[in-house]
């Protein structure tokens, strides 16, 4: 059968867990040098002086343009647009019509009637797919992930971070900056282009937040913006940085931007499986680690499970707005930082490299989320309580850590658990796993970012 469609490939997996499962796809990827300098004094850098990534690649930007379009976010998103416009931003956050979580990205407000949702594939397909399909009165354009765009890119996109960020553009742009509150947006030049910023940061150790300022504006200007940024730079000790330290930002942030979208399974979202491709992203992504079900809708997550609840308005109606309701006094996930005990990593890390038939999964350092989407089981005892994700090394930590989403009732700073690491068949059928044997490694919670 010639696969057309999502709808369609599942199907022929027999499931979607099986589909997700099989798929040879790694981490997301990030297409620019792995390192610059290295990574080490990378991530240092977002805490002493500055790093300047280059974003212009990975992510997916769809722009939403017409009278309607402020209606479409409305519908789609759990957020409030009362006073949202131009030069405004905000996380957006979409569920389905079941409260399961679809996705996140960020929302920019470029005009009062032109909005761009900007990140993973996931939320721009999905709002797209309401605008084209809901009898909207908008126009959608869409600025593809270079890795699906031979064509190029529409902008460019930089992040400085760092306590010498603001000086640097500032320097950069011959001038001082407008005040921007965080996720504001503000207007000026570098190097005589016409620049947008968004005052965000990507970092959080407690007492060390620093401001980030992501900037964008059309690619023919970005060679031009880069070196005027990296001129300014050099006098206060900005490095750029590589994929491999980029990778790491979201272990300190608490940034959980890849987990299994709920659109699988369900009657309501069948015509939505139909629209997606069988090469779309939520069609070839893999799902990799401990925790292992046979049913996708095990995998699902609520926007309070990642501390979404925060931005969730139940003052418009929306798709989803009645289950969220229904669900406000229900049990919880919630969002921590694990603290891996230093010990059983390396004990890991040896038993990958020298541990003969008992080899334990690769370690990866500094970033071992080795699939697109990683769920691995956090266990009290012999009880999963929670799903770990994004985990790695930064030096700004000093150790081994994750994000995770543990029981509400296991949410306490200092409760030790342990993270099963592994794939539950040992990498079986899969060529870029390699064989190896479930270990578990102990971890400390944290409510708060990690120091």
């Known amino acids: 059968m010639t696969q057309q469609t999502l709808n369609d490939k599942l199907k022929q997996a027999d499931g979607a867990v099986r589909m997700l499962r099989t798929s040879v796809a790694g981490s997301y990827p990030y297409p620019i040098p792995a390192e610059y300098t290295n990574w080490r004094d990378e991530q240092a850098a977002w805490h002493l002086t500055a790093v300047l990534f280059d974003q212009s690649h990975h992510m997916t930007d769809v722009y939403f343009k017409g009278p309607d379009t402020c209606r479409l976010l409305s519908d789609t998103g759990i957020n409030g647009f009362t006073t949202f416009g131009r030069n405004k931003a905000k996380q957006f956050v979409a569920v389905n019509h079941d409260g399961q979580l679809i996705g996140d990205s960020v929302l920019f407000g470029l005009e009062d009637d032109e909005f761009s949702l900007v990140g993973g594939p996931v939320v721009p397909n999905w709002v797209a797919f309401q605008a084209e399909t809901g009898g909207y009165d908008v126009e959608v354009c869409r600025d593809e992930r270079t890795l699906a765009n031979p064509a190029g890119r529409r902008t460019y996109r930089y992040q400085l971070q760092g306590p010498k960020a603001l000086e640097i553009i500032a320097q950069a742009g011959g001038g001082s900056l407008p005040p921007l509150g965080f996720f504001k947006m503000g207007e000026f030049t570098i190097a005589g282009c016409p620049v947008r910023g968004l005052n965000h940061t990507?970092?959080?150790?407690?007492?060390?937040?620093?401001?980030?300022?992501?900037?964008?504006?059309?690619?023919?200007?970005?060679?031009?913006?880069?070196?005027?940024?990296?001129?300014?730079?050099?006098?206060?000790?900005?490095?750029?940085?590589?994929?491999?330290?980029?990778?790491?930002?979201?272990?300190?942030?608490?940034?959980?931007?890849?987990?299994?979208?709920?659109?699988?399974?369900?009657?309501?979202?069948?015509?939505?499986?139909?629209?997606?491709?069988?090469?779309?992203?939520?069609?070839?992504?893999?799902?990799?680690?401990?925790?292992?079900?046979?049913?996708?809708?095990?995998?699902?997550?609520?926007?309070?499970?990642?501390?979404?609840?925060?931005?969730?308005?139940?003052?418009?109606?929306?798709?989803?707005?009645?289950?969220?309701?229904?669900?406000?006094?229900?049990?919880?996930?919630?969002?921590?930082?694990?603290?891996?005990?230093?010990?059983?990593?390396?004990?890991?890390?040896?038993?990958?490299?020298?541990?003969?038939?008992?080899?334990?999964?690769?370690?990866?350092?500094?970033?071992?989320?080795?699939?697109?989407?990683?769920?691995?089981?956090?266990?009290?005892?012999?009880?999963?309580?929670?799903?770990?994700?994004?985990?790695?090394?930064?030096?700004?930590?000093?150790?081994?850590?994750?994000?995770?989403?543990?029981?509400?009732?296991?949410?306490?700073?200092?409760?030790?658990?342990?993270?099963?690491?592994g794939e539950p068949d040992g990498g079986a059928g899969r060529a870029n796993i390699e064989s190896h044997v479930q270990t578990e490694i102990r971890a400390t919670i944290s409510t708060a970012p990690l120091e």
């Open 202 to 421: 990507m970092t959080g150790i407690p007492g060390q937040e620093t401001i980030g300022l992501e900037l964008w504006g059309p690619a023919e200007h970005g060679p031009q913006v880069l070196q005027a940024l990296l001129d300014a730079g050099e006098g206060h000790g900005m490095v750029q940085g590589g994929a491999t330290s980029y990778a790491t930002t979201a272990v300190e942030s608490g940034w959980i931007g890849l987990y299994v979208p709920a659109l699988y399974s369900g009657d309501s979202m069948r015509t939505y499986r139909d629209y997606l491709r069988a090469d779309s992203f939520e069609a070839t992504a893999s799902l990799v680690g401990s925790f292992d079900s046979a049913d996708i809708e095990d995998y699902y997550l609520t926007p309070w499970d990642l501390g979404y609840d925060r931005v969730l308005r139940l003052d418009h109606d929306f798709i989803g707005r009645d289950a969220l309701e229904s669900l406000a006094d229900q049990p919880h996930r919630r969002k921590v930082w694990l603290r891996w005990n230093d010990d059983d990593v390396t004990r890991v890390m040896a038993a990958n490299l020298f541990g003969g038939k008992q080899r334990t999964r690769y370690l990866q350092v500094p970033y071992a989320t080795y699939g697109t989407l990683q769920y691995d089981s956090v266990l009290a005892g012999d009880r999963i309580v929670g799903i770990s994700n994004r985990t790695g090394y930064t030096v700004g930590i000093g150790h081994w850590a994750s994000l995770a989403m543990i029981e509400e009732t296991e949410a306490v700073d200092g409760r030790e658990v342990t993270v099963l690491w």
